[in-house]
């Protein structure tokens, strides 16, 4: 898998849209970049996924660059329950269970 | 429809004793995942079963460690003579449908410690 680079942490206002970049650069043809999140003490949780194309979902939208290099996941309208460690991981759809997880993006949203 | 339940929340072990853990997966979910989350670091993947089946174990420690997923029943991820460094959170998750992992939905985890 290849190997993802994320800022060790962000912050951003209640209410602002929240960017969460990654860098993947020797990410290959058949890697999907996959997003989860994990706040204080819960499970991970799936937010989105992609191959090429930009994604949107109800939580969140991944833009891909279009050498597939980087993407930037974004929060639209950030709450305080976003409040998170992000983790973006490169892998193949057919081995995307095994989540080599980094050391993330710690996210605060702020009041 | 209840999420994927994790049991106990808690354990605590002395060093040599047996843990336990189970992981009931989603109603109508096959798949079941387990992770390790040390301290300060990342979940890493140990072992992916499908009902009465192991399906990749490569995560596994080759000493101490074993899963199983019954046909009936939970999932239940064996320690044996912890020690430790096995001190960690342990998640389960499932899926419907193996290569559908994103649908995949974890559960809150079990707290491990070895005194």
């Known amino acids: 898998d290849a190997k993802t680079t994320q800022p060790t942490s962000m912050d951003c206002a209640e209410g602002r849209a929240a960017n969460l970049p990654c860098n993947h650069s020797?990410?290959?043809?058949?890697?999907?970049v996959y997003w989860y999140r994990q706040i204080h003490s819960q499970g991970p949780q799936y937010i989105i996924h992609?191959?090429?194309n930009n994604e949107t979902n109800e939580m969140a939208s991944l833009i891909i660059t279009e050498d597939r290099k980087s993407s930037t996941l974004i929060l639209p309208h950030a709450t305080l329950r976003d409040t998170a460690v992000y983790y973006c991981?490169?892998?193949?759809?057919?081995?995307?269970?095994?989540?080599?997880f980094g050391s993330g993006t710690r996210l605060l949203v702020r009041p | 429809n209840a999420g994927v339940m994790q049991n106990p929340r808690h354990l605590v072990r002395r060093r040599g004793q047996e843990a336990r853990l189970r992981c009931s997966p989603m109603?109508?979910?096959?798949?079941v995942y387990w992770y390790r989350q040390l301290p300060e670091e990342g979940l890493k993947f140990m072992v992916y079963l499908q009902k009465e089946n192991i399906i990749d174990e490569s995560g596994m420690p080759k000493e101490r460690f074993s899963a199983e997923f019954p046909k009936e029943g939970p999932s239940i991820l064996r320690i044996q003579q912890v020690v430790r460094g096995d001190s960690a959170a342990y998640f389960c998750?499932?899926?419907?449908?193996?290569?559908?992992?994103?649908?995949?939905?974890f559960g809150q985890g079990t707290r491990l410690t070895v005194v």
């Open positions: 991981i490169a892998s193949p759809m057919d081995s995307s269970y095994k989540l080599i």
């Open positions: 998750a499932s899926s419907p449908e193996g290569l559908a992992y994103t649908e995949a939905f």
């Open positions: 020797t990410i290959s043809g058949n890697e999907y």
């Open positions: 109603k109508g979910h096959s798949h």
């Open positions: 992609g191959l090429k």
